[in-house]
């Protein structure tokens, strides 16, 4: 059973840059799920994707988007980078019904300058 | 909207001793979930609790859930300076978005 794999582990952006990070879901999910965590706060919920669409998000701005692709990996986009993105992004990999669970990737420590 | 209180926010203890990590949360869930995360890592699941009265142990540490009071507990016992970590309730909740909401978490630090 493999687990959620995130890349890249570090990244340094400039204010105004876009940045890309990418997650491999774990074997069996089909959903993945993006959050952000700021440093010395819990993780906050960007949003969700399902069967390839999003499937709700939190309460953050357009210039933060994803896509999800048929094998259930993901990419979380962010445009216009501002100082305040700074932060650990954790992708996690879902399945919905009873039995569902959430499996963390090791995250993407973004720094932006 | 569905919010999650833990407290207290920071801990320190002696290695020995006993305490409890409260967590708190404002409307319905029977699921919920406690993660350790390590300084500059990801988290680490520790406990998932499922129903009302559930508890579940693993080494040091135990974990309940009373979804009446809308209350769980991480209780700590005998602490080891291995368990210094900061730790994070959270509820999951499935209308629309299948998506964990968290608590602010607890910094715990635990001295020789």
């Known amino acids: 059973e493999t687990g959620v794999t995130q890349s890249p582990t570090h990244l340094i952006k400039t204010r105004g840059q876009q940045v890309t990070l990418r997650c491999s879901s774990q074997?069996?999910?089909?959903?993945v799920s993006w959050y952000q965590q700021a440093l010395g706060q819990g993780p906050q919920f960007i949003f969700q994707?399902?069967?390839?669409?999003?499937?709700g998000r939190g309460n953050f701005p357009p210039r933060f988007s994803g896509l999800q692709f048929p094998n259930y990996s993901s990419e979380l986009n962010v445009n216009a980078l501002e100082l305040d993105d700074s932060a650990l992004y954790l992708c996690?990999?879902?399945?919905?019904?009873?039995?569902?669970?959430?499996?963390f990737g090791s995250g993407t420590r973004l720094t932006v300058v | 909207e569905l919010k999650v209180e833990q407290n207290p926010l920071f801990l320190s203890m002696q290695e020995g001793k006993n305490y409890t990590i409260y967590c708190n949360y404002s409307?319905?869930?029977?699921?919920l979930y406690w993660y350790r995360q390590d300084p500059g890592k990801s988290l680490e699941s520790l406990f998932v609790?499922?129903?009302?009265?559930a508890v579940k142990q693993e080494g040091r540490l135990m974990a309940s859930l009373d979804t009446k009071a809308r209350l769980s507990t991480l209780h700590i016992t005998a602490a080891v300076h291995d368990l210094s970590a900061t730790y994070f309730c959270?509820?999951?909740?499935?209308?629309?978005?299948?998506?964990?909401?968290f608590g602010q978490g607890t910094r715990l630090t635990i001295n020789p």
């Open positions: 996690a990999s879902s399945s919905p019904g009873p039995k569902r669970g959430y499996t």
């Open positions: 074997s069996g999910h089909n959903t």
């Open positions: 994707y399902y069967r390839e669409e999003e499937n």
């Open positions: 409307t319905t869930s029977d699921r």
């Open positions: 609790l499922l129903s009302n009265g």
């Open positions: 959270a509820v999951d909740r499935i209308q629309g978005a299948q998506k964990l909401v």
